[in-house]
């Protein structure tokens, strides 16, 4: 089966169980896989950072990697000739979230002393996006999220991250299989998507 990945899947992200992050040679199988078929944005995911600790291991497997944190601003989703990587974890989403809102909170008495608006008070989600990505931690959405792992969930992935993301539950890691990718992301390619405002 032959995928054209480029079009609706510009970004990908997979999710694996603390345990099995642990099978770092699953998980460069997997991303070979990916970079097979001409995945060129993904993100790695595990709540204790097991995979970003295993980042040289796997990415010396991958040939023609970046490191998503380490590319250029221009580079990051519009680099074609390689494959890029992030790697992200629990505490990532953790400290991004203080660090929004501290940034907030700063705004919040900067309007306050100057006697300003109430309404410049009053925080939303637009305002969280834009404090998130101030503080570098806003990071591209995923089109399509991989839970690879015995829990049914994201894992803690960040959640303002998959506001319109699919996500699909793959299974155990050990028993992954070619075949069952291929079909995920067929499924997710042939969907019709209507983003409401």
């Avoid at 896989?33 to 995979?51: N, P, Q, R, S």
């Avoid at 497997?61 to 992030?86: G, P, S």
């Avoid at 894992?155 to 991250?161: E, Q, V």
């Amino acid at each position: 089966m032959v995928l054209s990945v480029g079009g609706k899947l510009r970004y990908l992200a997979i999710v694996v169980g603390s345990e099995e992050a642990f099978q770092t040679a699953k998980v460069t199988k997997l991303l070979q896989w990916l970079e097979a078929i001409g995945m060129k944005h993904v993100c790695l995911y595990d709540m204790e950072g097991v995979l970003k600790k295993s980042k040289e291991a796997i990415l010396e497997k991958i040939n023609n990697t970046t490191v998503f944190q380490e590319a250029d601003e221009n580079d990051k989703l519009l680099d074609q000739k390689h494959m890029t990587l992030e790697f992200a974890s629990y505490s990532d989403g953790k400290e991004a979230v203080a660090k929004a809102a501290n940034l907030l909170f700063a705004k919040y008495l900067q309007s306050a002393n100057s006697d300003g608006d109430p309404d410049e008070r009053i925080f939303n989600e637009p305002h969280m996006t834009e404090a998130l990505r101030a503080v570098g931690c806003g990071g591209p959405e995923p089109d399509l999220l991989l839970v690879y792992g015995p829990a049914r969930c994201h894992l803690g992935f960040p959640a303002w991250r998959i506001r319109y993301t699919e996500i699909v539950h793959m299974g155990s890691l050990k028993s992954m299989r070619y075949g069952s990718l291929m079909k995920a992301i067929y499924k997710f390619t042939m969907v019709r998507q209507n983003y409401g405002k």
